[in-house]
C-alpha cells in the first residue's frame, strides 16, 4: 500500500532555532499534504493543507510565518518550524491521500510516521 | 461544539468482552466517516470505512447513521493487542480530516 515517510521522528532544538520536517510520498503521487499537530491527550488538530506548486492553506489560529510550508514537488512537502518555543513542543505528522487510486471519497488517508519535537 | 465528538473513556474491559464506542459529528454535509487506530506515541492507521449500509471486518463493525449523525465501532472478543485509542475521522467536501478525540481502550488479561 501506498507509504508515507516521515522525518526526523524526533528532534530536541534550543528556542529560538528552526526545525525542518520532511514528509514524503514513497510510491505515489501527492498533490495535497496535511499537516497535523498533537498534544498530549488530546486530537490530532489540522493545521494547514500543503498544496504542490501554490502557496499552503492554514487553519484558523495557525500562524503561516511561523510554520512554513513549502510542497515543490508532488512526493515532497517540508514543515519549517520557525524560531520555535516551548510551547511548540508537539507531535507533528503529515498525511496524503493517493488521488491516483479511485477508491473514490472513502479511500485511505496514509500517515507519516510523525515527529516528536521537543524545544528546550 | 466540537466538530467530531467522542466519550474520551478510558474504557477498561477483561479479554473477551464486547465493547462499544460512539462517536458524533456536526456537519450533516459530511461525507466519508472513518475509524483509525492510534497506538501511543505513534501515528494514526485505519482500521476501517464506516459505510451507510453499515461494514464488518472481522472481530470490528462499523455504523453510521447519518439522521442522527452518529457513528459506531463495535469490538468482539477483545484481545490484550486492541488496547489503543480509537480515533473517529470524519471527512467533509474537501480531503480535510477532522479528528474526534479519540477514545482510549485498555484490554486486560
Known amino acids: 500500500g501506498a507509504v508515507v515517510s516521515q522525518h526526523p521522528s524526533w528532534v530536541i532544538c534550543k528556542s529560538g532555532t528552526s526545525v525542518k520536517i520532511e514528509c514524503r510520498s514513497l510510491?505515489?503521487?501527492?498533490?495535497?499534504m496535511f499537516w497535523y499537530r498533537q498534544f498530549p491527550k488530546q486530537s490530532l488538530m489540522l493545521m494547514a493543507t500543503?498544496?504542490?506548486?501554490?502557496?499552503?492553506?492554514?487553519e484558523q489560529g495557525v500562524e503561516k510565518d511561523k510554520f512554513l510550508i513549502n510542497h515543490a514537488s508532488l512526493t515532497l512537502s517540508t514543515l519549517t518550524v520557525t524560531s520555535a518555543h516551548p510551547e511548540d513542543s508537539s507531535f507533528y505528522i503529515c498525511?496524503?491521500?493517493?488521488?491516483?487510486?479511485?477508491?473514490?471519497?472513502?479511500?485511505?488517508?496514509?500517515f507519516g510516521q510523525g515527529t516528536r519535537l521537543t524545544v528546550v | 461544539r466540537k466538530e467530531v465528538e467522542q466519550d474520551p473513556g478510558p474504557f477498561n474491559v477483561p479479554e473477551g468482552a464486547t465493547v462499544a464506542f460512539n462517536c458524533t459529528y456536526s456537519n450533516s454535509a459530511s461525507q466519508s466517516f472513518f475509524w483509525y487506530r492510534q497506538d501511543c506515541r505513534k501515528e494514526p492507521k485505519l482500521l476501517m470505512s464506516v459505510y451507510s449500509s453499515g461494514n464488518e471486518d472481522g472481530r470490528f463493525t462499523a455504523q453510521l447513521n447519518r439522521a442522527s449523525q452518529y457513528i459506531s465501532l463495535l469490538i468482539r472478543d477483545s484481545k490484550l493487542s486492541d488496547s489503543a485509542t480509537y480515533l473517529c475521522?470524519?471527512?467533509?467536501?474537501?480531503?480535510?480530516?477532522?479528528f474526534g478525540t479519540g477514545t482510549r481502550l485498555q484490554v486486560f488479561p
Open positions: 475521522v470524519v471527512r467533509g467536501n474537501t480531503d480535510k480530516l477532522i
Open positions: 500543503s498544496n504542490e506548486g501554490s502557496k499552503a492553506t492554514y
Open positions: 510510491d505515489f503521487q501527492a498533490t495535497t
Open positions: 498525511s496524503a491521500r493517493d488521488h491516483g487510486f479511485t477508491g473514490g471519497a472513502n479511500t485511505e488517508a496514509f
